[in-house]
């Protein structure tokens, strides 16, 4: 057995200060392989070259965002950029989908709106415009187009490749301010306390600057009450597509999915990614 392959020897040969007794995997995320040490730390070494890349940001960039931003967010205490690994203090909290009524949406609508409006520069990021970004969703299109559509029926696949086709081909959905987003808000990422209140928020392995609705696009439609809440807090839609663009980004969720189990040959992630898709075919407007 290899260090790898017991999670406390490897936590261990790493971060020996944390002294770990019980070392236990938590999780399911999709970029790197988190523990809990002892209920005191969570430890996180990043899968892959991609993930490896996403956890330097972080190591980078977390320590400001817990600076500037009203609610908490993991700060590495202790980080190693070779691995790369990092260890930080564990967030006491319930997920979104387990938490009780109380304050957290409208936190969380006023925890985004501070994030978005932080300057790029303060995370050693450059600021966009919305033409790039609108590059850069159709160069992700364009992956899905040749590997996840051919995956469809015949008649799904025609109404996918429909939907691309209006969501790029429309000036109006593309006119927007670009700004810092989580990319991966959802209910294991949002923790809330007992009595209702916004605690913090995990994973920004997707950090990015983009479209604002990445971060509203799954609470406006899964959680919609909620979804309101935190849209009233944040000020409202920015601007007049929002609400559309959330509706073609929540849509388009599953297809990362699919996307992400092609790419690391899990099909489990495939069959669920595809099932999601059809489930979410009304969330677009026709």
């Known amino acids: ?33 988190t523990y809990d040490v002892d209920g005191i730390w969570v430890v996180q070494f990043a899968r892959d070259d991609e993930a490896a890349t996403k956890l330097r940001q972080q190591i980078d960039t977390l320590p400001e965002l ?24 564990r967030l006491e909290g319930l997920p979104l989908d387990e938490a009780p009524d ?27 415009t919305a033409s790039q970004v609108r590059a850069t969703t159709r160069e992700q299109l364009a992956w899905m187009r040749a590997d996840v559509v051919p995956l469809l029926a015949p008649d799904e696949a025609k109404m996918c490749e429909a939907r691309f086709d209006a969501f790029l081909g429309d ?26 209140d916004l605690v913090g928020v995990l994973d920004w392995e997707e950090l990015t600057v983009g479209d604002p609705v990445a971060d509203f696009a799954w609470l406006l439609h899964a959680r919609p009450a909620d979804g309101e809440r935190a849209l009233g807090a944040y000020g409202g839609p920015p601007d007049p597509t929002f609400r559309t663009r959330a509706a073609y980004g929540f849509w388009l969720m599953p297809f990362h999915e699919v996307s992400y189990g092609l790419r690391t040959g899990q099909r489990a992630f495939v069959d669920s990614g595809l099932e999601g898709i059809r489930a979410r075919v009304e969330a677009v407007p026709v």
């Open 66 to 89: 817990a600076a500037e931003l009203s609610a908490l967010v993991p700060e590495p205490v202790h980080a190693d950029r070779d691995v790369p690994a990092i260890a930080y203090r």
């Open 102 to 128: 109380g304050l957290w949406p409208e936190r969380l609508g006023r925890f985004l709106y501070d994030l978005h409006l932080m300057p790029p520069e303060y995370v050693g990021l450059r600021g966009a």
């Open 171 to 196: 000036d109006d959905l593309w006119r927007f301010a670009p700004c810092l987003t989580h990319g991966d808000i959802g209910p294991e990422h949002v923790l809330v306390s007992p009595a209702g």
């Open 1 to 33: 057995m290899t260090a790898n392959d017991d999670p406390r020897a490897r936590v261990q040969a790493l971060f020996p200060q944390l002294a770990a007794r019980e070392v236990r995997a938590i999780g399911t995320g999709w970029a790197a392989d």
